[in-house]
């Protein structure tokens, strides 16, 4: 049990359909993100929230939109997908510490939401 | 650009000891991960390193020289639940998160 779940684990979809990932962090973490990974590549940052706020978006597609109502959930709103979207779509979050000006977060996972874009 | 290498695959036997290599060229360096993910599960985190040497964490061990631009991680003892892919993640000069595409190892008996 990492303390981050999301929800759906599996999803399939077709291109024209509209969904939504949700991820809960039990945590008390400060920041939450939203990763791609696809087969043998490196996990790809699309959206980070520190403190409900989004700090980054990694130039992804409009037709991802990340929500968060508050700390602790954090949704991905999906619409007409491509199917190279088909990949494994995992939420993280981290407590971010300062500390002399240093910035330190370890990142702890949910178990993933696998989508399959038809 | 920024690039972190590792093994794609590996194999070891059961009750072995297996060392997998992580190379990073990043713009600056604020710390290296290691994470391991079971197919189908969440990566979990297994170490951190920020500066030289060896951190040890029962099993698993990790290792860094910022000079080189390498990390390894060690395995001791290996058993069959650590048949997973393993992550390795270095944060930049602006603290974001750089990943490899992951060593899968392989645990045969």
């Known amino acids: 049990e990492t303390g981050v779940t999301q929800t759906p684990r599996h999803l399939v979809m077709g291109m024209t359909n509209k969904k939504s990932l949700k991820c809960e962090q039990h945590?008390?973490?400060?920041?939450m993100y939203w990763y791609k990974q696809s087969a043998k590549k490196p996990l790809e940052l699309m959206f980070v929230y520190n403190f409900k706020e989004q700090t980054e978006n990694n130039s992804v597609p409009s037709r991802f939109s990340p929500e968060c109502p508050n700390s602790s959930h954090l949704f991905l709103h999906l619409h007409t997908l491509q199917p190279e979207d088909s990949a494994l779509y995992l939420c993280?979050?981290?407590?971010?510490?300062?500390?002399?000006?240093?910035?330190?977060?370890?990142?702890?996972f949910g178990p993933g939401t696998r989508l399959t874009v038809l | 650009g920024q690039n972190i290498d590792q093994p794609t695959e590996m194999t070891a036997t059961e009750g072995a000891i297996v060392q997998i290599n992580c190379t990073y060229q990043t713009s600056g360096f604020n710390g290296l991960f290691w994470y391991q993910q079971h197919a189908g599960e969440a990566p979990t985190f297994l170490s951190y390193?920020?500066l030289d040497g060896l951190e040890e964490k029962g099993r698993f061990s990790s290792f860094l020289s910022r000079s080189k631009g390498y990390s390894y991680l060690l395995l001791k003892e290996l058993q069959m639940k650590d048949s997973a892919s393993y992550l390795c993640?270095?944060?930049?000069?602006?603290?974001?998160?750089?990943w490899g595409a992951g060593t899968k190892l392989i645990i045969k008996p």
């Open positions: 993640a270095v944060r930049d000069s602006n603290y974001q998160l750089i």
């Open positions: 993280a979050s981290s407590q971010e510490v300062t500390s002399g000006g240093a910035r330190t977060d370890t990142q702890y």
């Open positions: 390193n920020v």
């Open positions: 945590l008390g973490h400060n920041a």
